[in-house]
């Protein structure tokens, strides 16, 4: 009896490590197999970025789902100098701080053609936009770029082969007469000085069209040692009586001035502009309700500390004869040969580098939707676009 439990014993025990041994077998077998789907699993993650043939969700990488990816450098000189994507999501003083920067070293480290810079400040869509793509037709396009500052919710309906499509930089609503139109204005401009190689900012309104062809324009800003900012002395109730004595004495009466808002300025200028605050604060603070800033603080801000940069008038065209708050509208019936050649200098003397100079005006305004029709008529003939 003794001998038979022994052995019964023995069986179970030995039972007993097959039974743990077994287990153990099993959770191995299992812990291995999970590890399997892990590794299968973190593979496809994986290849979701990395796969040659599949778009990537990685803000870094340019790819489409019918090419390969292409990481994109973020860092490099390319995507500094140059940003192909006016959207962002800088708020304005975050903007104009960036576009305040300036580098040390004056020597520029790429090939570097000065752009003119079209600033389009709108109320909607462009009525001209047809005029506008002819003047750009052929041009190179490393010699220009556009920008246009709408209404949030408006609609610019611009097809994609249009070189004004997908150029609205992020807006806000400008109503006329107030700080607004100034916040616009300098925000195309933060917006336009992220391209180093923009070098002359001009501002137009969807109202406004060029009086002569891409080249002239061309060389005559380029080539201008200073900026176009209308900027004069206006004793009268509609300048001199704007003026709040509460500026004091940061900004005197003598030191006021008027003009018109649609400027052309050099870079130099431009980064004065969005660097400002001081006088910016003192603008938004005491010049409201008929103040009428767009026509005060660019003028008296650069009269005051810039003066020598600029020539004190514009190369827009605007006919005030009429008087009033708002000027002359041209339409259909005002289009004709001898009226846009006239509308180049008006009959007036001006200056450029401090010779005399039969082109004043390089662009006009105010036309009406109307005047397009006979302006694409014409404009091969007489604005040899």
């Known amino acids: 009896m003794m001998r038979s439990r022994n052995a019964r014993d023995e069986f179970d025990h030995i039972s007993k490590d097959l039974s743990i041994g077994l287990m153990r077998s099993v959770c191995f077998l299992i812990v291995f197999v999970i590890g399997i789907l892990i590794g299968l699993l973190s593979s496809s993650h994986i290849d979701t970025y990395y796969s040659p043939n599949q778009p990537s969700t990685n803000p870094n990488s340019a790819c489409t789902s019918t090419s390969s990816c292409v990481k994109k450098d973020c860092m490099s000189i390319e995507s500094f ?18 576009a305040s920067l300036v580098p040390e070293n004056v020597h520029y480290p790429f090939h570097r053609m000065p752009k003119i810079a079209f600033l389009f400040l709108t109320r909607g869509p462009l009525p001209f936009l047809p005029l506008w793509e002819r003047f750009f037709d052929a041009q190179d396009v490393i010699k220009y770029s556009i920008y ?37 204005e300098r925000r195309l401009l933060g917006n336009a000085l992220l391209d180093f190689s923009n070098e002359r900012f001009v501002l137009l309104s969807e109202s406004c ?58 870079r130099a200028l431009a ?42 008038r514009t190369v827009t065209y605007v006919d005030w004869s009429v008087g009033g708050p708002h000027p002359v509208s041209f339409g259909a019936k005002d289009i004709t040969e001898s009226h846009i050649k006239s509308l180049r200098n008006n009959g007036t003397s001006c200056s450029y580098n401090k010779r005399p100079s039969r082109i004043c005006y390089l662009f006009a305004r105010k036309f009406e939707a109307s005047a397009l ?9 007489v604005l040899e676009y």
């Open 148 to 184: 246009i500052h709408t209404n949030p919710a408006s609609n610019l309906r611009v097809e994609k082969s249009s070189v004004f499509y997908n150029r609205q930089i992020p807006s806000q609503a400008a109503e006329w007469g107030t700080l607004s139109l100034v916040d616009a």
């Open 209 to 266: 069209i060029p009086i002569y062809n891409f080249p002239t324009i061309y060389d005559y800003l380029v080539k201008s040692k200073y900026s176009f900012l209308d900027s004069y002395e206006d004793p009268s109730r509609y300048g001199q009586g704007r003026y709040n004595r509460h500026m004091k004495p940061y900004i005197r009466p003598r030191d006021w001035r008027k003009g018109s808002q649609w400027f052309e300025m050099k």
């Open 373 to 381: 029709k006979p302006l694409l008529e014409l404009a091969s003939k």
């Open 271 to 312: 980064i004065k502009v969005v660097a400002d605050t001081k006088y910016y604060n003192l603008f938004k603070r005491y010049c409201t309700h008929d103040c009428y800033p767009d026509e005060h603080y660019m003028p008296t801000f650069v009269h005051m500390f810039h003066e020598q940069l600029n020539d004190d």
């Open 81 to 98: 100098r140059f940003p192909t994507n006016v959207s962002h999501g800088m708020s304005d003083d975050e903007l104009l701080w960036r």
